[in-house]
């Protein structure tokens, strides 16, 4: 069971780390601490899969990357290029066999993937496979893909990645590692990150830049929508594999799943959610003598608010850093007894101010609730709730662990019923339109779980033949 303030967040998708080293560098470590700094996109397996030009071998297991990993099973893993993954299951179970990546022996040699992000016609794929007689060991999606690949193999890996990455759909960030190379893949519309760094003559692909800060990498550039990015001994190439299509990143990634100090597609993630918390009070106003936001994602736009407003801006929650997913849940007797595992609030701050406490965002409103109560019985005269994202109406299809439209509590009810059910003084949501001038005034972004509307229909249905190919 999680603690109460994680059940009313969208959960994490995953996080992919590549390197292809041509000097003397530890790959293995290096993605190590790749994987740690992208810990955030997922908290439940962990894994690397490392390759000396011959072999590839792989280490994973369930659990944080500082726990299935050690000096001495890192020591074990030898060679040039590597790619680790980091998981929050979306599709299939949350076990070990689901883990990534995942490594698959086809007529050419050995290749592994790691996959962030979700098809949407992945089961129409596995019943045919499953038709054609190939045998399926886990339950995810990025098993598909391995098979398409290496179903295709004897056309030449490079034809084999670009025919079965036309016949999914979905959203994906991929890194593949074959005996000798490094391959990285980013769907038509570039809904999941992905970029390029290197050190040297060595590159990287990762899911965000934050994690080219942790190794000493140097930013090169996105991994563009609808390319295929191939690392070998001959240096870096790039294949278009669809055509240009109006990028729409996931917006989410930077209202809430992507570290601050990460720039994806050339946002700066900090600077947005600053940026959205200005819009918040242009749009939002209120009278008040403390600003405060939830941490951790929640923060930054409170200091936006509080900058544009002049309402002074402090800490208004202390968040208890030692407890992990898997600490012992509250009973429902101490949960009732409103017993504050996760974040306690500062009495000292708010007791006797009028509050205006923002969130990135409210999904069920279940934590919503508990938060304002809280600050109540601290003492707090007024609570005003802002939210730094529209009200989420939908779910998502593309890699992110949603409810189902039943459980949103902006699909159920107005904006007047959902500030009674939380117990605010008042509440208000950042418009689309303020979101859009946080990120920079483009329309490129997908917005399905605010407006219904998605990049790619769900579910997709897959021609038969392509598998007689």
């Keep these: 069971m999680r603690i109460w303030e994680d059940e009313d967040k969208f959960k994490e998708e995953c996080g992919v780390f590549g390197i292809f080293a041509k000097e003397a560098l530890d790959v293995s470590t290096l993605t190590y601490y790749g994987l740690y700094a992208l810990q955030h996109r997922g908290q439940e397996s962990a894994g690397i899969a490392v390759s000396d030009f011959s072999n ?34 979306t599709t299939g179970a949350s076990n070990v066999t689901n883990a990534q990546p995942i490594i698959g022996r086809y007529k050419l040699g050995n290749i592994a993937v790691a996959h962030n992000g979700n098809l949407v016609n992945a ?3 596995r019943e045919l496979l499953e038709d054609c007689g190939c045998i399926f060991q886990t339950s995810i999606d990025s098993e598909v893909i391995l098979n398409l690949i290496a179903r295709g193999a004897k056309r030449g890996m490079e034809r084999a990645i670009v025919d079965a990455i036309q016949a999914v ?40 830049s934050c994690a ?37 990143t996931c917006a989410f990634e930077y209202i809430y799943f992507a570290r601050p100090d990460s720039v994806i597609d050339g946002i700066n993630v900090y600077t947005s959610r600053i940026e959205a918390g200005k819009q918040l009070f242009k749009e939002s106003p209120v009278d008040a003598d403390i600003v405060i936001g939830v941490p951790d994602s929640g923060m ?13 801006y402090d800490n208004g929650f202390i968040k208890n850093k030692y407890v992990a997913r898997t600490f012992i849940a509250p009973s429902q007797e101490l949960r009732e007894r409103a017993v504050a595992v996760k974040l306690n609030p500062l009495k000292v701050n708010v007791e006797g101010k009028r509050v205006v406490l923002i969130d990135d965002s409210i999904v069920r409103g279940t934590t919503s609730r508990k938060l304002v ?9 007024e ?6 994202s529209p009200v989420v109406k939908y779910p998502c299809y593309f890699g992110i662990d949603t409810p189902y439209r039943k459980e949103l509590i902006g699909a159920q009810q107005d904006i007047e019923n959902i500030r009674e059910d939380i117990g605010a003084d008042s509440l208000a949501y950042l418009s689309m339109e303020g979101l859009l001038a946080a990120l920079g005034g483009k329309n490129k972004f997908c917005l399905g779980c605010f407006n219904g509307v998605y990049p790619v229909a769900a579910p997709m249905e897959t021609p038969k033949e392509y598998l007689e190919k």
């Design 373 to 381: 109560d809280s600050l109540r019985r601290a003492g707090a005269l």
């Design 56 to 89: 590839i071998q792989c280490h994973k297991d369930m659990g944080l990357v500082a726990n299935v990993f050690n000096e001495e099973n890192l020591r074990a893993m030898t060679g040039s290029i590597a790619i680790g993954h980091v998981r929050y299951s």
């Design 123 to 125: 089961d129409v794929i």
């Design 212 to 248: 080219l800060d942790a190794v000493g990498a140097e930013f090169v550039r996105d991994v563009d929508p609808g390319e295929i990015v191939i690392i070998d001994k001959e240096g870096i190439s790039s294949i278009s594999f669809a055509e240009r299509i109006r990028p729409e």
């Design 383 to 388: 609570v005003h709730f802002r939210s730094a």
């Design 300 to 312: 930054q736009a409170a200091m936006g608010y509080a900058k544009a407003s002049g309402i002074p």
């Design 169 to 208: 759909k979905g959203s994906y960030a991929i890194v593949l590692l074959t005996e000798d190379k490094l391959i990285g893949v980013r769907d038509p519309n570039g809904i999941r990150p992905l970029c390029i760094g290197r050190i040297d003559d060595s590159y990287i692909i990762c899911s965000e």
